[in-house]
T-cell receptor, first 112, second 113 residues
Framework: AQTVTQSQPEMSVQEAETVTLSCTYD???????LFWYKQPPSRQMILVIR??????QNATENRFSVNFQKAAKSFSLKISDSQLGDTAMYFC?????????FGQGTRLTINP | ETGVTQTPRHLVMGMTNKKSLKCEQH?????MYWYKQSAKKPLELMFV???????ENNSVPSRFSPECPNSSHLFLHLHTLQPEDSALYLC????????????FGPGTRLLVL
């Protein structure tokens, strides 16, 4: 069974700093998808970024980028120029066949 | 945030009550999901529907009964729940099951007394 591990339960950085959230996963599949979702306090879970495993190029979305290391089964999220609105729970998720499996989440706080 | 809606947003029920959670998606998707989000636990997939047909039941107790009358609506019928069923129940939808992104609703915060 696939598992997703987020080793940082909580992180805190100052506004405008860069922060990296780590995620590792375990699978025997070769074709799969990886996601980072953001869940602000008392608000809806929204997609931050998505990566197809067959693509070698790391996905980017404005200030958000990933470092996808397929051999190491690692999928970290980098947030550049962090903003107060980035404060949220961040979930790493793996999609194989056919389920979406989530990690435990990292609570990120951006301090002014 | 109106792509996937859920009602009610909050629900308190006794263990002998029967209630239903509703989810509606306005994205033209074909697949819908129920997840359970408990404190200090990863999101747990409960059910998957694709084109109104259930494709996944993740060993969910029978006191949770899903219903999918069409591709836009998904219900979760609740009866004789236990206090440990208290959680945030999230609905999601996606275009299909082939790796498409899932879009989530705001959730129903359920408290079972």
């Amino acid at each position: 069974a696939q598992t997703v591990t987020q080793s940082q339960p909580e992180m805190s950085v100052q506004e405008a700093e860069t922060v990296t959230l780590s995620c590792t996963y375990d699978t025997s599949e070769n074709n799969y998808y990886l996601f980072w979702y953001k869940q602000p306090p008392s608000r809806q879970m929204i997609l931050v970024i998505r990566q197809e495993a067959y693509k070698q190029q790391n996905a980017t979305e404005n200030r958000f980028s990933v470092n996808f290391q397929k051999a190491a089964k690692s999928f970290s999220l980098k947030i550049s120029d962090s903003q107060l609105g980035d404060t949220a729970m961040y979930f790493c998720a793996f999609m194989g066949r056919p389920k979406l499996v989530f990690g435990q989440g990292t609570r990120l706080t951006i301090n002014p | 945030e109106t792509g996937v809606t859920q009602t009610p947003r909050h629900l308190v029920m006794g263990m002998t009550n029967k209630k239903s959670l509703k989810c509606e998606q306005h994205l033209g998707h074909n697949a819908m999901y129920w997840y359970k989000q408990s404190a200090k636990k990863p999101l747990e997939l409960m059910f998957v529907y694709n084109f109104k047909e259930q494709t996944e039941n993740n060993s969910v107790p029978s006191r949770f009964s899903p219903e999918c009358p069409n591709s836009s609506h998904l219900f979760l019928h609740l009866h004789t729940l236990q206090p440990e069923d208290s959680a945030l129940y999230l609905c999601a939808s996606s275009q299909g099951l082939a790796g498409e992104t899932q879009y989530f609703g705001p959730g129903t915060r359920l408290l079972v007394l």
